[in-house]
T-cell receptor, first 117, second 113 residues
Framework: AQSVTQLGSHVSVSEGALVLLRCNYS??????LFWYVQYPNQGLQLLLKYTSAATLVKGINGFEAEFKKSETSFHLTKPSAHMSDAAEYFC???????????????FGKGTKLSVKP | DGGITQSPKYLFRKEGQNVTLSCEQNLNHDAMYWYRQDPGQGLRLIYY???????QKGDIAEGYSVSREKKESFPLTVTSAQKNPTAFYLC????????????FGPGTRLLVL
């Protein structure tokens, strides 16, 4: 079975500061991991995904995440926050081709990012 | 432009009424999904379909029904048995060979009168 924990339901940073959103996962098989972003009253947009290739994954809008098996983590970072980054971010895990979930994603509860001018 | 459309954007349901949410995609994706989003709860899977005329229950299927008569369409009906239907509903789709990478529609917000 898979599960995801996002630490911090709300994170606030100043414009230009480092963004760090935390995600820890639990999985009985090698996981596939994802970060999605949601702007108010909109659907989710895929930021980046890890599917057992390079452990450092680069995504859109300057975001990246590093898969650390020893820490069961997949934290999302961006060196310099922009006002337009204010949104809700969701981490998700899937059993991928290993499990019987047939691709079903398990989502964390989300972290709202606020960016102060 | 390829994508996923959901309609309506807002939907109001009266007590005891069934309502249907539309989801259409022109991405030629085989798999489609319905999620429910509540504040602070993340997304929870209601139903999914990997092929036409076949679908499976997700984690919270009670009070909902779906059909998949066409590859492009996956409507969700919120029945009167769903006692707490107020939520944001998201439809998603994926390729058969990459089911984990899902593309989402803009969502429908369902409110109870």
């Amino acid at each position: 079975a898979q599960s995801v924990t996002q630490l911090g339901s709300h994170v606030s940073v100043s414009e230009g500061a480092l963004v760090l959103l935390r995600c820890n996962y639990s999985s009985s098989v090698p996981p596939y991991l994802f970060w999605y972003v949601q702007y108010p009253n909109q659907g989710l947009q895929l930021l980046l995904k890890y599917t057992s290739a390079a452990t450092l994954v680069k995504g859109i809008n300057g975001f990246e995440a590093e898969f650390k098996k020893s820490e069961t983590s997949f934290h999302l970072t961006k060196p310099s926050a922009h006002m337009s980054d204010a949104a809700e971010y969701f981490c998700a895990v899937s059993a991928g081709h290993w499990g019987g979930s047939q691709g079903n994603l398990i989502f964390g509860k989300g972290t709202k990012l606020s960016v102060k001018p | 432009d390829g994508g996923i459309t959901q309609s309506p954007k807002y939907l109001f349901r009266k007590e005891g009424q069934n309502v249907t949410l539309s989801c259409e995609q022109n991405l030629n994706h085989d798999a489609m999904y319905w999620y429910r989003q509540d504040p602070g709860q993340g997304l929870r899977l209601i139903y999914y379909s990997q092929i036409v005329n076949d679908f499976q229950k997700g984690d919270i299927a009670e009070g909902y029904s779906v059909s998949r008569e066409k590859k492009e369409s996956f409507p969700l009906t919120v029945t009167s048995a769903q006692k707490n239907p107020t939520a944001f509903y998201l439809c998603a789709s994926s390729l058969a060979g990459d089911r984990e990478t899902q593309y989402f529609g803009p969502g429908t917000r369902l409110l109870v009168l």
